[in-house]
């Protein structure tokens, strides 16, 4: 049986008393899952977990995606159905102000309705590299510059 030869021993002894795949699955589901009360409450959790979501303080755009990745899946598990511009729309309303000259971008210049999750994190992505090449380009400036300095005061003495 397909469903026996995919699970652990722990789960194996679960259901091997199972007489049918259906029962087999039906015993694996609860087990997993949940009562239907148990999976309406864990969905309703997930779902103000959603609504109060937002990035933290100093984090990382890769662990805000990460956090918001889990969270969606964990609700489309529970059936929670998404449109892409729902979730686009909440990403971008959930970064720190730090981001709002890249969101203002993003509104302005795409169709949130066809923009997948993975590009806008992507985009994201590419505005942190380009801002830290910035940073790069800026802080050997300032050290040639200080190197040239420090070289011309060692003439001159």
């Known amino acids: 049986n397909i469903i026996t030869s995919a699970l652990s ?3 194996f002894f679960r259901i ?3 007489k049918t795949a259906k029962e087999m699955w039906d015993t694996l589901q609860v087990t997993h899952e949940g009562i ?3 999976k309406r409450s864990r969905k309703h959790t997930l779902i103000i977990e959603y609504e109060l979501f937002r990035m ?13 990745t889990h969270l969606i899946n964990h609700l489309v598990d529970l059936g929670r159905k998404f449109e892409k511009e729902e979730l686009n ?3 971008l309303q ?3 102000r730090s981001w709002q000259a890249k969101v203002t971008a993003i509104e302005e210049s795409k169709d949130l309705t066809s923009l997948t999750l ?4 992507g985009k994201q992505n590419l505005h942190i590299f380009e801002e ?3 940073q790069d380009k800026k802080g050997k400036r300032v050290s040639l510059k200080a190197l040239k300095s420090a070289k011309g005061k060692e003439v001159c003495e």
């Open 9 to 11: 021993i722990d789960e």
């Open 16 to 18: 091997s008393k199972c």
């Open 36 to 38: 239907s009360d148990v």
């Open 56 to 68: 933290n303080n100093g984090e990382s755009i890769s662990d805000f995606q990460k956090r918001f």
């Open 89 to 91: 729309l909440k990403v």
């Open 94 to 96: 959930c970064l720190d």
């Open 118 to 121: 993975a590009t806008l994190f």
């Open 132 to 134: 830290n090449e910035q």
